[in-house]
Nanobody
Framework: VQLVESGGGLVQPGGSLRLSCAAS????????MGWYRQAPGKQRELVAT???????NYGDSVKGRFTISRDNAKNIVYLQMNRLNPEDTAVYYC?????????????WGQGTQVTVSS
């Protein structure tokens, strides 16, 4: 299984970035996909998730600014990030989750750095 993030980088406050996560080795369409982030000295936190059916959920700090979407034909999940601010600086991780009867099957990508700074 591989989850490979891309699209991170340095952006000025108020700017936008789009992250991508290409998945392989999983039945992508059956998995809930998500983005999480971890800033230095802080716990990893939810950014957004999207179910296999397309329902979305967002962390409070990104609601109205970030949009998660998925392309099941390409096995890619996206995170469009608008109106970025320095508090969004973190390593962003892609996540897949497949619900199982006993233990969910969960995978993580290696992460991509997003830095918001002038």
């Amino acid at each position: 299984v591989q989850l490979v993030e891309s699209g991170g980088g340095l952006v000025q406050p108020g700017g936008s970035l789009r992250l991508s996560c290409a998945a392989s080795g999983i039945i992508f369409s059956r998995n809930q996909m998500g983005w999480y982030r971890q800033a230095p000295g802080k716990q990893r936190e939810l950014v957004a998730t999207i179910t296999s059916g397309g329902s979305t959920n967002y962390g409070d700090s990104v609601k109205g600014r970030f949009t998660i979407s998925r392309d099941n034909a390409k096995n890619i999940v996206y995170l469009q990030m608008n109106r970025l601010n320095p508090e969004d600086t973190a390593v962003y991780y892609c996540n897949s989750r497949l619900t199982r009867a006993i233990v969910d099957e969960i995978y993580w990508g290696q992460g991509t750095q997003v830095t918001v700074s002038s």
